[in-house]
């Protein structure tokens, strides 16, 4: 079983719509959590950290809930520069022990 | 404003050659660190360094080597490549208080 597992979509969303998706992990002693973009042949960028009481950043809201251990985003009002794939990252506090998942394709439509 | 650098960007090699991907940052991060993402499997670590003269082995460090002889520098070295090494590998460098990763480019590999 992966550690970080994330559906990889692609979810193709309208333009102006609200997508969600999850990331579940599988050590509760996972400390920190991310969330990146990474677009289309390009490197990952840092979108948010995930804060324990949930976080909004503009459209994006991220959520955790440790007792089912799954991360969440969302994204309200979509844009077409939305499109990305949006990488799950998980770190036990040890430099050996940051995880990736391997990314939920968001595809905005007009 | 360089962040993390990266070259080449891409780099075509026969099995069994060698070759250095070289990784500079311009931040001041103690902590570098080395991925390969290939299809569906995200990320994967190869190796990382926690300041000058450190290194440790990541998930995936079988075939690569590390040095990282100043604060700027990690290159990866492949000692002998292989057809499965084929893959995009991007260089990290850490804000430490933060945990923020920040990525160069990526070199994009392929083994033949």
């Known amino acids: 079983r992966k550690e970080v597992e994330q559906d990889p979509g692609p979810f193709n969303v309208p333009e102006g719509a609200t997508v969600a998706f999850n990331c579940t992990y599988s050590?509760?002693?996972?400390?920190?959590f991310f969330w990146y973009r990474q677009d289309c042949r390009k490197e990952p960028k840092l979108l948010m950290s995930?804060?324990?009481s949930g976080n909004e950043d503009g459209r994006f809201t991220a959520q955790l809930n440790r007792a089912s251990q799954y991360i969440s985003l969302l994204i309200r009002d979509s844009k077409l520069s939305d499109s990305a794939t949006y990488l799950c990252?998980?770190?036990?506090?040890?430099?050996?022990?940051?995880?990736f998942g391997a990314g939920t394709q968001v595809v905005v439509t007009p | 404003n360089a962040g993390v650098t990266q070259t080449p960007k891409f780099q075509v090699l026969k099995t069994g050659q060698s070759m250095t991907l070289q990784c500079a940052q311009d931040?001041?991060?103690?902590?570098m660190s080395w991925y390969r993402q290939d299809p569906g499997m995200g990320l994967r670590l190869i190796h990382y360094?926690?300041?000058?003269?450190?290194?440790d082995q990541g998930e995936v460090p079988n075939g690569y080597n590390v040095s990282r002889s100043t604060t700027e520098d990690f290159p990866l070295r492949l000692l002998s490549a292989a057809p499965s090494q084929t893959s995009v590998y991007f260089c990290a460098s850490t804000d430490r208080a933060a945990y923020e990763q920040y990525f160069g480019p990526g070199t994009r590999l392929t083994v033949t």
């Open positions: 990252v998980v770190n036990l506090n040890s430099w050996g022990k940051l995880q």
């Open positions: 995930v804060y324990s």
């Open positions: 050590n509760s002693a996972s400390q920190s």
């Open positions: 931040m001041n991060h103690e902590y």
């Open positions: 360094s926690v300041g000058a003269g450190i290194t």
